[in-house]
């Protein structure tokens, strides 16, 4: 077969199959990336050894139990402690400052995966001496991921490149007093999950919550298409405050809305633009 006519025939495979879970499930994949959520789904499909993405879809919609690894693995959830550094060093140095304003604080980590970049702002910020009027949101889709997001465990082999990290981004305190060593793990204090609350929110489904001083979307915005993105844009704008600010991944930037203006372009750092009828183009 030449090679047109199999990427026409997997293109509408992938969409059928995405539909199928969707209306079966209730799981709504239909607008992630075209090429990422394809690549997922025959990553899963050569486990059930399917030989083409419909096959697999018969299995899925047969065996209910084939939709919870598969969901696992259309989340992608590689992460670090302080991930791009320069963006953790603009955070105290540029975000700290208009927190101190503020006598309690909220702020919305959405697609936390494993937790390392909600742990990396609470030691950011009981650093500032934030942390105890702050609550920090943690929200994921991956129910499994939440859960050892929860715990603070860490395998102890990141630790050098975590702790290398830490430094370039303008820590001066030892990282180590941050986590016991058990094993081949390490364990994060409790003190730093005393203000966190990890909870399920898709980005996709649901609907805005609280009014936020900062959100973080790093990373995550990547895996959607254009729709999705714009519906992740106006969830944003929603889930602010007027004066609020949004942090993208360092691969990701803001695009046909008026609704962020720069505020620090090379860390993709957003601030909501206030008094404005929400345009999406
Ligand atoms: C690559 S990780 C990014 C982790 C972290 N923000 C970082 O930058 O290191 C992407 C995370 O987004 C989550 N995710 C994917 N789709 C989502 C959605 N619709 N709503 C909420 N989270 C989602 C995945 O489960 C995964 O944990």
Known sequence: MDLDRKDQIEKIETELFLEAIYRLYGFDFRNYAFESIKRRIWYSARETKAKTISEFQGQVLYQPELIKNLTNNFSITVTEMFRDPSFFEAFRLKLVPLLKQHQTIRILVAGCASGEEVYSLAILLSEEGLY???????????????ERAKQGKIALTHMKHYTRNYLQAGGQKEFSKYYRVEGENAYLHD?????????????ATDHSFNEFHIILCRNVLIYFNKELKERAFTLFYDSLREDGILC????????STNAFTDFDYTNKIYKKNEDIDLELN
């Open 132 to 146: 105890e009027q702050t609550s920090i949101y943690a929200t994921d889709i991956n129910e499994e991921i939440l």
């Open 191 to 203: 003190f730093l999950k005393k203000n966190l609350v990890f909870a399920h929110h898709n980005l």
């Open 248 to 255: 993208l991944g360092s691969q990701e930037s803001i695009f």
